[in-house]
């Protein structure tokens, strides 16, 4: 099946080196040169992947992810900022995107992304409910439950908490942590790990709950009991 990839670029010179590149990747690629048409095209046909500029001359890309969110669409969605600054990548993850990448970047960073987001959108296999302590996760409906309160998780939660429940009591290092779940090497002054380990404590500690995740400062992250 050819997967197909939806690019929201107002400036055409960009928009069309990203479909060319998309395209001699084997993948099919539409083109929205605004918020607007991006909503309308997403809504109506959806695509396998969203590669969405935040800088657009209508609604923005952070609105653009929201109003897709609050759709219920929920493709992967690829943010694409000329900014660094920390705020504005958490302002897109915030917003309901998977992941980001900082303009300018190479074509091979956004074709690993592009291939890591799709192999995360797979199907989950069909399995047997995963258990820690008074924790739950059923990969076919991918939620979560402690003991009798369910946790609605978005999809990189899900991720995040599948991860640590395959290897509970186990030091799960940021290196580890980024690679099985962004597919990549994120560099060392990421602080995306955080932010999710973050949302994730307030949903699962959302009913006073023990902590179940648990920093070690300088090295990583365990699920464990106190
Ligand atoms: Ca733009």
């Known amino acids: 099946m050819v997967e197909r990839i939806l690019v929201v670029e107002d400036e055409a010179r960009i928009a069309s080196l990203i479909s060319r590149t998309l395209r001699l990747e084997g993948y099919q690629v539409e083109v929205a040169p605004n918020g607007e048409t991006a909503l309308e095209k997403a809504i109506s046909n959806p695509a396998d992947l969203i590669v969405l500029d935040v800088m657009l001359p209508d609604i923005d890309g952070l609105e653009v992810c929201r109003q897709l969110r609050m759709a219920g669409c929920d493709e992967p969605v690829l943010m694409l900022t000329a900014k660094d600054a920390i705020s504005d990548r958490v302002a897109g993850l915030d917003a309901g995107a998977d992941d980001y990448l900082v303009k300018p970047f190479a074509f091979d960073e956004l074709l690993a992304r592009v291939r890591a987001l799709l192999r995360r959108a797979a199907p989950p296999d069909v399995s047997a409910p995963l258990q820690f302590a008074d924790l739950e996760l059923d990969p076919t409906t991918r939620q979560a439950r ?17 991860l640590f429940m395959h290897h509970p009591r186990q ?38 709950e023990p902590r179940l995740i648990y920093t070690l400062r300088g090295v990583g992250y365990v699920l464990r009991e106190e």
């Open 171 to 208: 030091v799960l290092t940021r290196d580890i942590i980024y690679d099985r779940i962004w597919g990549y090497d994120f560099g060392g002054e990421s602080n995306i790990i955080e932010v999710y380990v973050r949302y994730l404590r307030a949903k699962l500690e959302a009913g006073d």
């Open 146 to 162: 402690r003991g009798e309160r369910e946790i609605e998780l978005t999809a990189k939660e899900y991720d995040v908490l599948e």
